[in-house]
């Protein structure tokens, strides 16, 4: 691919921040399976020791929090839903079979949804994690509570990890959309196939590659 032909989609900070999350996100769901199921009690190793994942795993689920709000404040205007977006919803069976994607801009309608699920999920995930987090904090709350907080802590934690395996699917299964959030740039026609209204954003713009600058089809 000629450089003439990239479009940059992801700055180097936002990809560093993107990764922390991905990396904070396999440490938490893995050391929580661990937790949750005694058959899964080996997965706890990836912090060292069970011991450590006890201690390690609230401060990484804390970490990869405060990495998605970063890049909440940077994408939620680009993940709000319009109009168009009711059209790629009702035909997502020939978005399925790749036959159009509809008026597309930056996100299309699934990505939309994976963001604001993703973002309700870790908020209830932040809020009864404090709740339960002991010795520092679960001592606030009544007994009750901290019953319930386990209970929604475990239901959002599902939630999430099947919110982030639709992600990885997606990112996978479009070709090019792994390289986005690797090297940061996509090719000038998968944004016009994918994202067709971001392309001519970026156009009117006059942010296209030269090469692509004058094309109005
Ligand atoms: C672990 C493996 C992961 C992979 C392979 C992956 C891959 C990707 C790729 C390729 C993109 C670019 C999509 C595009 O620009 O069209 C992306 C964007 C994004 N990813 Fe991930 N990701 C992973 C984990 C996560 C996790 C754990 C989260 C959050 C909890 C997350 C949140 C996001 C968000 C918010 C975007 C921007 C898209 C939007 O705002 O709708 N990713 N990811």
Excluded at 20 to 39: E, K, Q, R
Excluded at 48 to 60: D, M, V
Excluded at 80 to 96: C, F, P, Q
Excluded at 198 to 210: I, M, T
């Amino acid at each position: 691919m000629k450089p003439q032909q990239r479009i940059v989609r992801y700055s180097a900070p936002e990809r560093i921040n993107h990764w922390i999350v991905a990396f904070c996100f396999i440490l938490v769901s893995l050391s929580g399976l661990g937790f949750f199921f005694p058959s899964f009690n080996w997965l706890l190793n990836i912090f060292g020791t069970p011991q450590l994942a006890r201690i390690l795993h609230p401060f990484a689920g804390v970490i990869m929090f405060c990495a998605f709000m970063l890049m909440f404040l940077r994408y939620w205007r680009h993940n709000l839903i319009t109009r168009d977006d009711l059209y790629w919803a009702k035909n997502i069976h020939k978005i399925a079979l790749n036959q159009e994607v509809g008026d597309t801009g930056r996100y299309n309608f699934g990505q939309k949804c994976v963001f604001w699920a993703a973002i309700a999920c870790l908020l209830l995930l932040v809020a009864s994690g404090v709740m339960i987090w002991r010795p520092w904090f679960a001592g606030y709350f009544p007994i009750p509570l901290i019953r319930a907080a386990l209970l929604v802590h475990s239901l959002a934690a599902v939630g999430l990890i099947m919110v982030i395996m639709v992600h990885i699917y997606a990112a996978l299964w479009v070709k090019g959309t792994i390289t986005a959030m690797v090297e940061g740039w996509v090719p000038a026609a998968w944004a016009k196939k994918h994202h067709p209204r971001w392309y001519r954003e970026l156009q009117e713009k006059n942010a296209l590659p030269a090469e692509n600058r004058k094309d109005r089809t």
